[in-house]
């Protein structure tokens, strides 16, 4: 039930009111004498309120930069034991309730390769985070590291943007999959799902409904070993250990 | 953009291993030596993360509390301006495109006559929060304050409490509410909004669904003169101004 600093709902205050000179009220006449000048207090006082609750965002997310800085070599230490157990990505992948549903059965043997996941917020973690993904030599794409990123623009809205994969000839995993589709929607294993790996990596432009991009970030990443150890149990794929 | 402190899904790492003497994975023998001492490796590491976890989240509470102390005079202030204005309350929450759902007409009534509403988290904000109710003088009951709290009980569930309102003769709202409703349904006034403000109020038990008190404390209590000065397009009530 902790909370997080409060903000005001609108910079400032969100009325008709400004305090100072000149009021967008005082020409209007709805309130007597007593109340208007009572509102433009109350005003003032929410801007002191307003600027005390940025001071308190700032400070937590210094809090949150220093020790995203002291979490860094755990998470290099880490990266670097799961390299020894193969297969520990797609292991956690599969075992994860909802990252396993954008999976297709082709893209499981693509991600046999993958040996390592990074998450790394940016310096000013306000503005974002990129989660890079470190492939083995494999038969599908030239590329060794697939990242994807997620900013805010200048207007302060999200958007991402993915390095480009560079297929090898006929091992476009998503042109496979279009053309599936359009053969009246053959060949999915999931009905339900239409989404795969590979389309959601691909995907730009606003990412505020990429609930995958967050489960990555805030579930996967903080602590992978629970998936590759516990299988969900409703999990339908079987992957053999090792 | 900005994420919060994160902590792990599970207390330690969630899987079958422990790291130390008696390993739950020892005995089972289903990853090979070298898997196996990389995974208590990994439980290891994990542990260590899960303690910087657990030092951001003590911090980033510290903050906060810092700044609910900070703020608090100023909250103060704002209440003491408030009653100055005839019927702020109320209007408000007529204003307030969630709450006024919940105001059945007699409440509307009784409400002209609270004059403060506090929100306070307590000194460990983890554990709750109350909200208060400043009445005049009234018809309806006799109370001076109502308060309904928020805690968590020793398991951590949340859960909470209200005190009892002593109805003056014959001016039970909630009473007059069950009646009608018992009547056929008759004399409600929003027959897809079954709540009022008093039966809200006295509801006891399991808050984790309770939005109207989180829009209180997180939505209405930040701010609340947007509210007082700019009526919601859907409302249907009007307001007598002064």
């Known amino acids: 039930m902790a909370s997080t600093a409060k903000k005001s709902k609108k910079e400032g205050s969100g009325g008709d009111i ?10 209007k006449d709805i309130y007597n004498p007593e109340t208007q000048k009572a509102l433009e207090e109350i005003d003032s006082c ?30 290099e230490k880490r990266n670097n034991i799961i390299k ?7 292991t956690a992948f599969i075992n994860h309730p909802q990252i396993s549903t954008i999976l297709d059965e082709d893209e499981e043997e693509c991600l046999h390769f993958l040996t390592k996941v990074e998450v790394e917020e ?14 083995d030599e494999n038969p599908y794409f030239e ?14 809205d999200p958007y991402s943007k ?17 053309s ?9 294993k999931r009905p339900f799902e239409p989404r795969s790996f590979f389309s959601w990596y691909l995907q730009e432009g606003d990412p505020s409904a990429d609930d995958i991009a967050e489960i990555i970030k805030d579930d996967l ?17 079987g992957i053999e250990e090792e």
Chains 1, 2 share one sequence.
């Not at 400004?18 to 020409?27: I, T």
């Not at 599936?180 to 060949?187: D, I, M, P, W």
């Open 18 to 27: 400004s305090a100072g000179e000149d009021s967008g009220l005082s020409g």
């Open 46 to 75: 929410q801007n002191d309120i307003d600027a005390l609750n940025e001071k308190a965002s700032e400070e937590i997310l210094k809090v949150e930069q220093k020790y995203n800085q002291l979490r860094k070599p755990y998470f």
């Open 84 to 90: 020894r157990i193969p297969n520990f990505w797609i």
């Open 122 to 135: 940016f310096e000013d973690i306000k503005s974002g985070y990129k989660i890079a993904f470190h492939f």
């Open 143 to 156: 590329n060794k590291v697939l990242v994807k990123e997620f900013h805010l623009d200048s207007t302060g």
């Open 162 to 178: 993915s390095t480009a994969i560079t297929w090898k000839d006929d091992m476009d995993l998503t042109a496979k999959k279009k």
């Open 180 to 188: 599936a589709n359009l053969k009246g929607k053959q060949g999915r």
């Open 221 to 237: 990443w903080p602590n992978p070993l629970q998936y590759f150890l516990v299988p969900d149990i409703e999990v339908e794929n």
